[in-house]
């Protein structure tokens, strides 16, 4: 199987459905059971009685006006493919499926359609123990084929203020209070970063960043009565979602009136095993594959995977192209991670 032609159909699809499908027809031709999950939107392809699961998603992210081709259908340009989804993750996606004609060896697939937003069905597949009896999952995200043992997780909060309305050329009067974006500069202008700033030595420190501030739409003489705040927390293991809730909360001093927080997105860090990365990194050195162990500043399916056995990164491109306009991966970076996949396989297969 040729995984740029493989690369360059998966990537001909803007629906993400329509490519799951090209993906299980690819899995179905190299041998392996598929199973089509309708209720997750997804697939799980076996191979007997896989040491190693492959882990990728078909989603991709919406496409900006900034592109200058189609982001979608096209064939390689050189030693170059252009496509929305190239490096994050259909391209990592075809790479693994034509490794499966390399070995023999029993194997796992998942691939998924819902990363890019939820990532509800690796949180269900964690939960059930679905695959733990397999040695390790690997998760195709763009790594340049080094091996990540670590990644950052997230959570995004909103802040809502709600404050009194009244005219701007007012002072604040008692009896009226402040209104909500003087009540939410106000409690943002105490927030103490610090104490989400732990460390991690492949990953740094952790980030806070208070990504927008929006308010009700009034004239510029109107002061508002609504408005909210979007922050966006980056934090390395062993740091928990709920650890860090706690702690913002606590530095926002809630609760208090006017204010309330709510958690929209959450997501682990992972942490693997330093033993498996330097297993796998050798065994990709071995296949002629050049690759070192790290760890990864984005966020990925393996937050859930660690859940139910040893957990890595790994997979072509660059996460720089990801998301990007013009996103691309080349034929050399399709080949090489086709052979490091299948050293993978053969050297987390069971004994």
């Given at each position: 199987?040729?995984?740029?032609?493989?690369?360059?159909?998966?990537?001909?699809?803007?629906?993400?459905?329509?490519?799951?499908?090209?993906?299980?027809?690819?899995?179905?031709?190299?041998?392996?059971?598929?199973?089509?999950?309708?209720?997750?939107?997804?697939?799980?392809?076996?191979?007997?009685?896989?040491?190693?699961?492959?882990?990728?998603?078909?989603?991709?992210?919406?496409?900006?006006?900034?592109?200058?081709?189609?982001?979608?259908?096209?064939?390689?340009?050189?030693?170059?493919?252009?496509?929305?989804?190239?490096?994050?993750?259909?391209?990592?996606?075809?790479?693994?499926?034509?490794?499966?004609?390399?070995?023999?060896?029993?194997?796992?697939?998942?691939?998924?359609?819902?990363?890019?937003?939820?990532?509800?069905?690796?949180?269900?597949?964690?939960?059930?123990?679905?695959?733990?009896?397999?040695?390790?999952?690997?998760?195709?995200?763009?790594?340049?084929?080094?091996?990540?043992?670590?990644?950052?997780?997230?959570?995004?909060?909103?802040?809502?203020?709600?404050?009194?309305?009244?005219?701007?050329?007012?002072?604040?009067?008692?009896?009226?209070?402040?209104?909500?974006?003087?009540?939410?500069?106000?409690?943002?202008?105490?927030?103490?970063?610090?104490?989400?700033?732990?460390?991690?030595?492949?990953?740094?420190k952790a980030t806070l960043a208070v990504s927008g501030i929006e308010s009700e739409a009034t004239p510029f003489n109107?002061?508002?009565?609504?408005?909210?705040?979007?922050?966006?927390?980056?934090?390395?293991?062993?740091?928990?979602?709920?650890?860090?809730?706690?702690?913002?909360?606590?530095?926002?001093?809630?609760?208090?009136?006017?204010?309330?927080?709510?958690?929209?997105?959450?997501?682990?860090?992972?942490?693997?095993?330093?033993?498996?990365?330097?297993?796998?990194?050798?065994?990709?050195?071995?296949?002629?594959?050049?690759?070192?162990?790290?760890?990864?500043?984005?966020?990925?399916?393996?937050?859930?995977?660690?859940?139910?056995?040893?957990?890595?990164?790994?997979?072509?491109?660059?996460?720089?192209?990801?998301?990007?306009?013009?996103?691309?991966?080349?034929?050399?970076?399709?080949?090489?991670?086709?052979?490091?996949?299948?050293?993978?396989?053969?050297?987390?297969?069971?004994?």
């Amino acid at each position: 199987m040729d995984a740029a032609r493989l690369a360059e159909r998966l990537t001909a699809e803007q629906d993400a459905q329509h490519a799951l499908t090209a993906a299980a027809d690819a899995l179905r031709e190299a041998g392996l059971a598929v199973d089509r999950d309708e209720e997750h939107q997804a697939i799980a392809a076996v191979r007997g009685s896989p040491g190693a699961v492959l882990s990728g998603h078909v989603d991709v992210v919406p496409v900006s006006d900034e592109w200058s081709r189609p982001a979608f259908g096209n064939a390689f340009d050189d030693d170059r493919l252009y496509a929305r989804g190239a490096s994050d993750m259909r391209g990592p996606v075809a790479a693994m499926i034509a490794a499966l004609d390399r070995t023999e060896a029993p194997v796992g697939v998942v691939l998924t359609t819902d990363e890019e937003t939820t990532m509800d069905t690796a949180r269900a597949y964690a939960e059930h123990d679905r695959f733990a009896d397999a040695d390790v999952v690997l998760v195709g995200e763009p790594t340049g084929m080094d091996v990540a043992v670590a990644g950052n997780g997230l959570v995004w909060v909103r802040v809502d203020a709600d404050g009194a309305r009244g005219h701007a050329s007012t002072p604040r009067p008692q009896a009226r209070g402040p209104s909500a974006p003087e009540r939410l500069i106000e409690a943002l202008a105490g927030l103490d970063p610090r104490p989400f700033r732990v460390e991690h030595p492949r990953l740094g420190k952790a980030t806070l960043a208070v990504s927008g501030i929006e308010s009700e739409a009034t004239p510029f003489n109107v002061l508002a009565g609504e408005a909210e705040a979007r922050i966006d927390i980056r934090f390395p293991p062993p740091k928990t979602p709920d650890e860090v809730e706690a702690s913002l909360r606590s530095r926002l001093d809630l609760p208090r009136e006017g204010l309330k927080l709510s958690v929209e997105k959450r997501e682990p860090a992972f942490l693997g095993d330093e033993g498996q990365g330097k297993r796998a990194a050798d065994a990709l050195s071995l296949a002629g594959v050049d690759a070192s162990v790290t760890g990864v500043g984005y966020v990925t399916e393996a937050g859930h995977w660690q859940r139910v056995t040893d957990t890595l990164v790994v997979g072509p491109g660059s996460i720089d192209r990801a998301h990007a306009p013009d996103e691309y991966i080349t034929r050399d970076e399709l080949t090489t991670a086709v052979d490091g996949y299948a050293a993978l396989i053969e050297a987390f297969a069971p004994v």
